[in-house]
């Protein structure tokens, strides 16, 4: 096969207006995203954030944490009472940012998931079903496995003798968006650090 029959394989690339548009989904969501792993991971170590990425920081802590505790409290609520719970639910702020960065990346990897051809073939309710609850179900439950998993798999089923088919090599960088944004994020935090800037 020749890098011109590989390359018409490919899911058509968009141009002017929308590509700008859509690169700008990504950058937005892969910022938002690299901000929930890193929220959720100053649970798990200690952070010492600075400068802007304490006020990130502070931005994820009173707008999304918020948001995921309302949406918790009008479905997770209803449907323990529907079922004779007659409780209210006190979901930690762990969990919160736990479900909030995996809406957000899986928000991010909307539109590869999508171009890649993990859905159902057939148009219609059972199709769009698949790929919202799939999407929106495993990922933001499983997302530290599928924010690895997905590039890999990428660049697995992109490999044609050796070597990556056209096309793929941007793809699996926006796929690893949010990640790379983690990076910059916590180089920035380290910078800020050895400055002396104060820590929260």
Do not use: C
Not at 56 to 73: D, I, K, Y
Not at 147 to 159: C, E, K, S
């Amino acid at each position: 096969m020749t890098a011109s029959e590989q390359h018409s394989t490919e899911p058509g690339r968009p141009k002017g207006l929308v590509a700008l548009f859509w690169l700008a989904y990504h950058q937005v969501a892969g910022v938002l995203g690299a901000l929930g792993i890193v929220v959720y991971a100053s649970h798990l170590i200690s952070l010492d954030l600075r400068g802007i990425v304490a006020l990130l920081f502070s931005f994820w802590a009173e707008t999304v944490r918020p948001f995921v505790g309302l949406v918790l409290a009008y479905t997770y609520e209803p449907a323990a009472r529907l079922f004779g719970f007659d409780i209210d639910i006190d979901i930690d702020a762990q969990t919160k940012d736990y479900l909030g960065a995996g809406v957000v990346l899986a928000s991010s990897y909307a539109r590869m998931w999508r171009a890649e051809g993990l859905m159902l073939k057939e148009p219609g309710l059972v199709n769009f079903l698949r790929f919202w609850v799939g999407l929106f179900g495993l990922m933001v439950l499983g997302w530290p496995f599928f924010a690895v998993a997905f590039p890999a798999y990428l660049a697995w089923t992109r490999i044609h003798d050796g070597r990556l088919a056209p096309g793929a090599i941007r793809r699996i960088l926006l796929i690893l968006t949010p990640l790379i944004w983690v990076a910059i994020l916590l180089g920035v935090n380290a910078l800020l650090a050895l400055s002396g800037d104060p820590g929260t």
